[in-house]
């Protein structure tokens, strides 16, 4: 992976029960390759504990910053929440492959939830430059107050029929479950749009060693960091 290296947190903030946002800066070069489906393996602790780094889809907002939402849950997390204006942050990367919506895509199709959520607004940031309209079914609570979702981008409630006929691409991004559930609301709606999955699964290592994020595909187990992070719909078994 490299040599580690090191941002800055800038902001620091809690936005709704159990998610905190950070910005982070960090050296021009690096941020600018920060494109939507990459992400950083950061340090998430004091020491050797915890020893692993952490995945995390950022947000690129300035040429030197980003930002990230971090769902606190373990310990990991939990120390990710306590960083401060000043506090630095170790890292790997970014790692991982881009996410480009098919050509003459107009109207683009989010669906996800909160493992997901950074890399769906990263996506969404892309297609809104654009000119590309853009929709977001979010499985799970947002506190609008808290502006995390671009105010451009429509908030749908469902991913039904109606969605899928007004798309022209598809990106269903979070856990297995929300990628399962819309490969079946693709199925039953019987739409042939350009859909992709982007599961979100355990990455250790991020360069194809570890084998840990395996995602199983009708052409045999892909790795996520490697092969991903985006499969055909069609594709994931």
């Known amino acids: 992976m490299g040599a580690a290296e090191t941002a800055t947190v800038v902001?620091?903030?809690?936005?709704q029960p159990g998610l905190f946002g950070l910005r982070l800066e960090a050296d021009a070069r690096l941020v600018q390759a920060c494109?939507?489906?990459r992400y950083l393996m950061l340090s998430v602790g004091d020491g050797n504990e915890p020893y692993l780094p952490r995945p995390y889809w950022v947000r690129r907002v300035s040429a030197v910053w980003l930002n990230l939402l971090v769902g606190v849950g373990g310990a990991g997390s939990g120390w990710l929440a306590t960083r401060r204006p000043g506090d630095p942050v170790e890292f790997f990367g970014p790692l991982g492959t881009t996410l480009i919506p098919p050509p003459r895509t107009r109207r683009l199709l989010l669906s996800g939830d909160l493992p997901g959520l950074n890399c769906l607004l990263a996506?969404?940031?892309r297609a809104l430059a654009r000119d590309i309209e853009v929709?977001?079914?979010?499985h799970g609570a947002v506190d609008t107050s808290a502006r995390l979702i671009p105010p451009d981008v429509e908030l749908l409630t469902e991913l039904n029929a109606s969605a899928l006929t007004w798309a022209d691409a598809l990106?269903?991004?979070g856990d297995p479950s929300v990628v399962h559930t819309a490969k079946a609301a693709l199925r039953t709606a019987g739409s042939r749009i350009p859909a992709f999955g982007v599961p979100h699964v355990p990455l250790a290592c991020g360069v194809g060693a570890c084998y840990g994020c395996l995602v199983e595909t009708r052409r045999g187990p892909k790795l996520s960091c490697v092969n991903g992070p985006a499969f055909g719909l069609a594709d994931l078994s």
Do not use: N, R, T, W
Not at 11 to 15: D, F, I, R
Not at 135 to 138: N, P
């Open 135 to 138: 929709a977001l079914v979010f």
């Open 171 to 173: 990106y269903a991004i």
């Open 35 to 37: 494109e939507p489906g």
């Open 123 to 125: 996506l969404a940031d």
């Open 11 to 15: 902001q620091s903030a809690a936005l």
